[in-house]
T-cell receptor, first 112, second 115 residues
Framework: GNSVTQMEGPVTLSEEAFLTINCTYT??????LFWYVQYPGEGLQLLLK?????DKGSNKGFEATYRKETTSFHLEKGSVQVSDSAVYFC???????????FGQGTRLTINP | DAGVIQSPRHEVTEMGQEVTLRCKPI?????LFWYRQTMMRGLELLIY????????DSGMPEDRFSAKMPNASFSTLKIQPSEPRDSAVYFC?????????????FGPGTRLTVL
């Protein structure tokens, strides 16, 4: 089946540290890949996406590259801020399939 | 645009009571999704609609759950009777098209507590 696996949290870092949140997927076709972010008390919002192999999605200093050979879409940021504290969800969707499949989410806390 | 609007934001009820959650999608969006989020099961898709018609309700947990979309600007998710295990945050999301590259826009959620 189709599934997404994220690194387990919670993840706690100091401000300005380098961030990596791992995400790997299993899919029967050629998925599009997404990172959504959920700030405290809010709904999910799209952070970035990539629709084909080797594409790089980027937004707000975050980046993720679609790696077909390793079936991965790891999220990175070079220097995190306290305001980046949130839960991050990796997700996929398949051509012709009308829904997103989410990972379990990774809670990130940034300390000043 | 105001985004996806959900009401109420918080609901506390007693076991056995009927609960109705409401959603107003972004104007012009023709897909609407209902999700449930719990610590144990993460984020689950319950049902989605296209042009007000239910397309896939395979995620609806049981017959106590029902969802309707009487028009393009309103949807409800009803639980009758409610049980403590239904306690969760329920999200509504909408999108304009549903190619697999399209963005879903989420509402702020309704936190449901069933005592």
């Amino acid at each position: 089946g189709n599934s997404v696996t994220q690194m387990e949290g919670p993840v706690t870092l100091s401000e300005e540290a380098f961030l990596t949140i791992n995400c790997t997927y299993t899919a029967t076709g050629y998925p599009s890949l997404f990172w959504y972010v959920q700030y405290p008390g809010e709904g999910l919002q799209l952070l970035l996406k990539a629709t084909k192999a080797d594409d790089k999605g980027s937004n707000k200093g975050f980046e993720a590259t679609y790696r077909k050979e390793t079936t991965s879409f790891h999220l990175e940021k070079g220097s995190v801020q306290v305001s980046d504290s949130a839960v991050y969800f990796c997700a996929l969707s398949l051509q012709g399939a009308q829904k997103l499949v989410f990972g379990q989410g990774t809670r990130l806390t940034i300390n000043p | 645009d105001a985004g996806v609007i959900q009401s109420p934001r918080h609901e506390v009820t007693e076991m056995g009571q009927e609960v109705t959650l409401r959603c107003k999608p972004i104007s012009g969006h023709d897909y609407l999704f209902w999700y449930r989020q719990t610590m144990m099961r993460g984020l689950e898709l319950l049902i989605y609609f296209n042009n007000n018609v239910p397309i896939d309700d395979s995620g609806m947990p049981e017959d106590r759950f029902s969802a309707k979309m009487p028009n393009a600007s309103f949807s409800t998710l009803k639980i009758q009777p409610s049980e403590p295990r239904d306690s969760a945050v329920y999200f509504c999301a909408s999108s304009l098209l549903l190619l697999n590259t399209d963005t879903q826009y989420f509402g702020p959620g309704t936190r449901l507590t069933v005592l």
